[in-house]
């Protein structure tokens, strides 16, 4: 009787254990994936990443496993702004120029932005003020506005 007491209790503290064991691997797996983001290998849709697995809608691939951009994470630009203001998440070059890609200030997104008041360089800008490079004019500060889809003053016939 006593040896079947301790089978009995040896039994159900490995039970216990293993439980224990299986809760604590089953949460890491979940903080793991929290911290995981999917995203097309061939950047079909750019950078837009997706919560869960599956096939870019696009291209009907597997989406790939990649770790989730910190919201302070530096971006990267071109220093000739060849593409405008597009930005990059990893350091590199252009693609157009070949120049190596700097890291741009967040507040860069909402600082002055200048420009050429004879638009010589079109609709290129500058985020500090000097003198443009074609025609030698002091940049002005360009009024950024806000753009509303009001379709007033106009038809659509």
């Known amino acids: ?17 293993t439980a224990v064991n299986a809760q604590t691997k089953k949460s890491k797996t979940t903080k793991h994936q929290q911290a995981m983001a999917y995203q097309c290998p061939m950047k079909c849709e750019g950078d837009k990443t997706y919560a869960k697995a599956g096939k870019c ?8 496993a990649i770790a989730k951009e910190n919201t302070t994470a530096a971006k990267y630009q071109c220093p000739m702004k060849c593409e405008g203001d597009k930005t990059y998440s990893k350091e590199g070059k252009c693609p157009k120029c070949n120049m190596n890609l700097k890291a741009v200030a967040k507040e860069s ?13 079109g609709d290129k800008t500058y985020s500090k003020e ?21 379709h007033e003053g106009h038809n659509h016939n």
């Open 1 to 17: 009787m006593k040896q079947l007491k301790m089978a009995l209790m040896a039994i159900l503290t490995i039970f216990c254990i």
């Open 57 to 64: 809608p696009k291209c009907n691939m597997n989406l790939k």
């Open 109 to 121: 997104a909402t600082a002055a932005k200048y420009q050429c008041p004879m638009k010589c360089e």
């Open 130 to 150: 000097g003198k443009c490079p074609d025609c030698n004019m002091a940049l002005k500060i360009v009024k950024t506005e806000k753009v509303t889809e009001s």
